[in-house]
């Protein structure tokens, strides 16, 4: 079940300025109602500010008037009104932690997806062509260490990410007339 924003906030306000019951507070706001008794008690939640739930379009005053009539009545929460954010364009930001395996995902990519272009993989990964350049001409200054490894895994990318770029990769080769190539085997991990 959806909560509201600032579940306790929320509470407080609903404690203060409406006529609900305990109960009702307790089930809109996902908490119990021996919470939210020590919240009307003062003993819980002293220093918090009243969140309105009405002016941020969570529930309705008509719907708070109706519970307030009726204490067998549920609040119900209302959908969010603004769209998921959608991720815009510009760079891909790759944690510190994660950075050292890019050039292993990369390297995975080019051994095993040879058909995408360098700027799907820059895209993917969010590196530089001359990155994946410098990896497939070994001249990259940790050529030594790197070791294929799937960017799925690493958590660079997600499968449906790769997946639709190896679909235009290979929808441009097909209209190019070239021969795509089959799939990778899957790889077997080997036991240590």
């Known amino acids: 079940m959806a909560l509201p924003l600032m579940p306790k906030a929320t509470a407080v306000w609903l404690i203060e300025k409406?006529?609900?019951?305990?109960?009702?507070?307790a089930e809109f706001c996902g908490m119990h109602p021996l919470e939210v008794q020590?919240?009307?008690?003062?003993?819980?939640?002293?220093?918090?500010?009243?969140?309105?739930?009405?002016?941020?379009?969570?529930?309705?005053?008509?719907?708070?008037?109706?519970?307030?009539?009726?204490?067998?009545?549920?609040?119900?929460?209302?959908?969010?009104?603004?769209?998921?954010?959608?991720?815009?364009?510009?760079?891909?930001y790759t944690p510190v932690a994660k950075r050292n395996d890019r050039p292993d995902a990369i390297a995975f990519l080019l051994r095993n997806y040879p058909q995408l272009s360098e700027a799907q993989l820059s895209k993917l990964l969010g590196t530089t062509k001359e990155t994946i350049q410098?990896?497939?001409?070994?001249?990259?200054?940790?050529?030594?260490?790197?070791?294929?490894?799937?960017?799925?895994?690493?958590?660079?990318?997600?499968?449906?990410?790769?997946?639709?770029?190896?679909?235009?990769a290979n929808e441009r080769l097909e209209r190019e007339g070239k021969a795509v190539p089959p799939p990778p085997p899957p790889e077997t991990e080997e036991a240590a």
């Open 18 to 25: 409406t006529a609900l019951s305990f109960t009702q507070i």
């Open 38 to 92: 020590a919240i009307a008690d003062g003993e819980v939640a002293a220093g918090i500010v009243g969140y309105d739930p009405v002016a941020n379009a969570q529930v309705t005053a008509e719907d708070i008037r109706r519970c307030e009539a009726d204490p067998d009545a549920r609040l119900k929460l209302l959908p969010p009104t603004l769209p998921p954010p959608k991720r815009g364009r510009g760079a891909r």
């Open 134 to 168: 410098k990896i497939r001409d070994r001249s990259h200054w940790n050529s030594a260490n790197i070791k294929p490894r799937d960017p799925v895994i690493l958590g660079l990318c997600s499968q449906t990410d790769l997946n639709a770029a190896i679909a235009l």
